[in-house]
């Protein structure tokens, strides 16, 4: 025990008072990573916390014959090491009485418990903001249904129920990837007007078997659950159902089991809906259907089993990881090292018990406030794409909740919290001088500035090998990867009708040329047609010798020859003007970058001499592009459908186009020439990234100039 904490200025005011616990209320021991807890269980107003082994020692020493005092004492001779300080014991008891748990033998001065009492209501007075935006309305106790309908579904605690539940998720991912092209189409419409009443249909479904789920969890380990009904999560009815008894079960895999039971049930519904919905043709009950799979897998993933949020994956990782208040303990460490490193104050003791435990809240703290800055910032995106007003709405409630509130709360702590008594000049100086040089850094400090974009690369020079005539694949002179010269022999085809139609022809010329010799020693009214018609077979005779010679397949050009699917057409018919391979050149190479509308006024104002370039599979290493070329004219017409969506690029494209090159927006091209540096070996037809250096820029104008492109680009404002 830290001795700083042993005593507390306020201490003399509970030191006298002989309190007890009350009847109703139970403590169950937990074992969290070899230390024991006790859960402070309240039977009739269904209220649990948790407590430490030091603290649960204590409170079994309040009785009818010991004062606070006289228990602390106790405690304290029995383990000075691990007994609560003084200032421990007065907020636990804070808590209790506070939570209607303690009782007095007699008429004595609780008043400063009261103060405590009446601070935890102003306390929850000031959150009425946060509250109406996840309002619980209660409806209905649950608990005698629960009781007389658990024996139907004791089968899916069983090996048994998870076995059919494995056997339809399998089922459904199947399903999903052959039906992955009309699955993405439906779900481009998922907020269009006429299908709002069908989304919020399966939600309600959804969600209120999600929580059954829940429910019959903590049922089947005997927990009562005492309330369900309607929570208004962002104003947006939602059902909620109470399972807190939960907390008090010893074993953690129960704990777990009834955390992760509503995913599990949510899952299992999007996998038979989406069974169904793949079954049937379009219709009312088949768009049921689709939007049950959206709320139940999408929803589910992105919010009730993330654990960077406070739903379910939260208290599962709690459990889990055996670190109960994960996120409440990952704060109080960011303030203790605030108020310990920067205000210098006289901090209390280190949230975090071990140094695993310090980094792994620093790291939950920071990655759950992105995760929700982010997931905020898309809801909002996605939200306001569809309804410019609920955007605008929700705008201005994230904006208060993210930033309006946060400040305000950060001036009451710096003008009125009693711990910067002695120092409250220095540390609002401190702040706002911290503040000034953070605004300075980012709006007068000059950062490298630049832009990327993909693109593709195209050798120098680069031609296809066509078949000019059909024929029989017979013999593959060069395997693809060898290196050719120009003209040299790469593949034989045959086609015996080729050398008998040669053959019927040189015999159509001796009997022309027959006939002709008889019509120069008569009359020769008929010479000058037969000349005409000699004349006709020679082009034809000429052109199957052409013919005949193409049989040979020859390199355009030198460089290196691919097919990498010849080997696939031997023996097989070709037929005229099929592609077999390409030659490529080997020390010349282009990257055509596709460049959005966002974008190209920085090449086109700034005209960069040289970019850099990183070629997928070797991220690695990069080489510069020179003798940069930007095209002066926009198109919708990709280099390579590789650098579209349905090739895996990043390039939205029109789904109706079923070559997958046409994008949706108007691109710029800007072309140039790789010089290929160590450890790069690129390859014609493939993908990279280009970045393009502009002017350096502050971070805030250059965030500045996104959000205006975001805008430009998303709500053409």
């Not at 203790?336 to 920067?342: D, T």
Request: hydrophobic share 45%.
């Amino acid at each position: 025990m830290n001795p700083n904490s042993v005593f507390d200025d306020s201490w003399y005011r509970v030191r006298g008072l002989k309190l007890n616990l009350l009847p109703s209320v139970e403590l169950i021991r937990q074992s969290y990573r070899g230390e024991f807890w006790y859960v402070v269980c309240d039977k009739f107003g269904h209220r649990f916390f948790r407590i430490r082994e030091a603290t649960y020692k204590f409170i079994c020493h309040l009785d009818v014959s010991n004062n606070v005092e006289e228990a602390w004492e106790k405690t304290l001779n029995e383990n000075p090491s691990e007994a609560p300080g003084q200032g421990d014991v007065i907020k636990v008891l804070s808590q209790l009485y506070s939570n209607g748990l303690l009782k007095s033998q007699k008429s004595v001065n609780i008043e400063f418990l009261l103060a405590a009492k009446d601070k935890q209501k102003a306390q929850q007075r000031k959150q009425l903001f946060s509250s109406l935006l996840f309002l619980k309305i209660p409806l209905w106790n649950p608990d005698p249904f629960l009781r007389r309908t658990i024996h139907l579904f004791s089968w899916c605690f069983k090996p048994f129920g998870f076995l059919i539940w494995l056997l339809f998720f399998c089922a459904a991912i199947s399903v999903l990837f052959g039906e992955w092209g009309r699955f993405s189409d439906a779900a481009n419409g998922i907020l269009s007007l006429s299908n709002l009443p069908y989304l919020y249909l399966s939600i309600i479904l959804t969600k209120a078997l999600h929580e059954f789920g829940h429910a019959y969890a903590c049922r089947r380990y005997h927990c009562e659950v005492p309330q369900m009904g309607i929570m208004f999560l962002v104003f947006n009815p939602l059902p909620f159902v109470d399972v807190s008894a939960s907390y008090g079960l010893s074993q953690k895999y129960k704990r777990v089991v009834v955390g992760i039971a509503g995913v599990v049930v949510e899952f299992f519904i999007a996998s038979v809906a989406l069974i169904i919905w793949a079954n049937i043709a379009d219709g009312a009950f088949g768009r049921i259907c689709f939007n049950v799979v959206i709320t139940a897998s999408v929803s589910t993933i992105l919010f009730n089993l993330n654990p960077l949020l406070r739903f379910d994956g939260y208290h599962i990782l709690c459990d889990l990881l055996e670190t109960p208040n994960l996120q409440g303990r990952a704060q109080q460490l960011m303030r203790y090292w605030v108020e310990k490193y920067f205000f210098k104050l006289q901090a209390g003791p280190c949230p975090a018990e071990t140094r695993g435990e310090a980094v792994g809240f620093t790291f939950y703290f920071i990655s759950s406030w992105i995760y929700r800055f982010f997931l905020m910032m898309g809801i909002l995106l996605f939200v306001s794409k569809k309804f410019l007003i609920v955007g605008a709405v929700l705008a201005i409630v994230f904006a208060f909740m993210w930033v309006i509130l946060p400040f305000i709360k950060g001036l009451k702590y710096l003008f009125f919290s009693p711990k910067l008594m002695n120092m409250r000049a220095r540390s609002i100086i401190l702040s706002f001088a911290a503040i000034s040089a953070l605004m300075a850094f980012l709006t007068l400090v000059p950062f490298p500035n630049y832009f990327r974009s993909d693109g593709i690369v195209k050798a120098l020079p680069h031609q296809n090998v066509y078949a000019s005539v059909t024929g029989k694949l017979a013999e593959i002179i060069l395997p693809s990867g060898s290196i050719v010269s120009e003209g040299q022999v790469l593949a034989v085809l045959e086609n015996e009708s080729l050398f008998e139609e040669m053959k019927i022809i040189d015999s159509e010329m001796q009997r022309v040329n027959l006939i002709m010799r008889k019509e120069r020693s008569s009359q020769g009214t008929q010479l000058e047609s037969l000349n005409s018609y000699y004349e006709s077979l020679e082009i034809r005779k000429n052109n199957l010798n052409s013919n005949i010679e193409s049989l040979s397949m020859r390199a355009p050009t030198s460089g290196v020859w691919f097919a990498d699917s010849l080997e696939e057409y031997k023996n097989n018919v070709i037929t005229k003007g099929t592609s077999i391979g390409h030659v490529s050149g080997k020390d010349r190479f282009e990257f055509f970058a596709v460049v959005s509308q966002r974008d190209v006024g920085r090449i086109f104002g700034n005209k960069p001499k040289e970019a850099e370039v990183r070629l997928r599979g070797q991220y690695q290493s990069s080489s510069k592009l020179v003798e940069l070329n930007a095209i002066p004219s926009d198109q919708s017409q990709l280099p390579s459908a590789s650098l579209g969506y349905m090739g895996g690029g990043q390039i939205a494209v029109k789904t109706g186009d079923r070559s997958g090159s046409v994008s949706t927006e108007p691109f710029f091209e800007v072309r140039g020439e790789i010089v290929v540096s160590s450890g790069v070996t690129p390859n014609h037809g493939q993908t990279g990234v280009a970045r393009f250096p502009v002017p350096d820029a502050p971070l805030w104008s250059q965030l500045a100039l996104r959000l205006r492109q975001l805008f430009q680009r998303e709500y053409r404002l």
